[in-house]
């Protein structure tokens, strides 16, 4: 493990880089921040997030993970805001490709992983629907939970799916493409943070084993619920490529 666990009150003290993360859960936003200061070896300190803290959440702003606080800098919760800082602290490995087309196209299809509609909040909507439906998916209370935060009505989750099969077949379909090319990476043939986002994404699908991600039982069947055409659509590429990353860039076992 690259970072420490520190409290509420010892982060607001620090100095250097802190941040904000979900305790106790994979969340692939989190894990995607966590591997890309893995990666560029930044030191940070890490706070769980927690909801009845007045102190926290003056400081991080919101409550919600992950949450990047450098400094006194303002508090930067966007992926994309997360991935330029770190890009700034430790500019090698660069992890934003240099080339101005390259690095376009990696913003686009990290946008379409990360971002509000993108394969990680659809995907939460879909587990959401399953919940608040009896049909596997994240528990009850927690479904009702994350409905009310994260753009849920019976519409949005019955319509998650099909855009959750449009994302992945899009993902496989350019690993397939840079394969072809004798790359198994998302662009180009050396690692970026799309490689990251798609590694930590596809634990929403695929979850790491007990032994490298010690999760509550609930929340791994909750990621292991996969209706008949989301299955089909999770190509062994998208977790081969996960294993490539945890076996060469990332840190295991995970730290929740
Ligand atoms: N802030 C991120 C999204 C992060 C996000 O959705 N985090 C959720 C994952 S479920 C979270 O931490 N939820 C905890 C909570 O809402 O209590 C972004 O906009 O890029």
């Known amino acids: 493990m690259t970072f420490e ?3 509420v009150e010892d982060a607001i003290k620090r100095d250097g880089l802190r941040m904000v993360v979900v305790g106790g859960v994979p969340s692939p936003w989190g894990e995607a921040a966590k591997g890309i200061l893995h990666i560029k070896k930044i030191d940070w300190a890490a706070v769980r997030l927690v909801y009845d803290s007045d102190a926290l959440n003056e400081w991080a702003g919101q409550q919600t993970g992950p949450v990047a606080i450098y400094e006194n800098e303002p508090p930067r919760s966007g ?3 997360i991935l330029l800082l770190a890009e700034r602290l430790a500019p090698a ?3 934003i490709p240099a080339d101005p087309a390259d690095r376009a196209h990696m913003f686009g299809l990290a946008h379409e992983i990360c971002a509000e509609g993108g394969l990680g909040w659809t995907r939460r909507l879909q587990l959401i629907h399953n919940g608040l439906n009896d049909a596997g998916g994240f528990p009850q209370p927690v479904a009702q939970y994350l409905a009310n ?7 949005a989750g019955a319509a998650a799916g099909q855009r959750v099969v449009e994302l992945l077949n899009l993902l496989t379909a350019r690993l397939k493409t840079q394969q072809t090319t004798g790359s198994e990476f998302y662009i180009g043939n050396s690692v970026t943070a799309l490689d990251v986002y798609s590694a930590t994404f596809t634990t929403m699908f695929a979850p790491l084993p007990p032994e490298h991600c010690d999760m509550h039982p609930k929340t791994r069947d909750a990621f292991n619920t996969l209706d008949a055409e989301t299955r089909a659509a999770v190509d062994p590429i998208l977790p081969a490529h996960r294993d490539m990353m945890y076996a060469k860039f990332l840190a295991l076992p995970l730290s929740l």
């Open 149 to 155: 935060k994260y753009g849920y009505s019976p519409a």
């Open 79 to 81: 992926w994309s805001e």
């Open 5 to 7: 666990y520190v409290s």
């Open 93 to 95: 490995p660069a992890l």
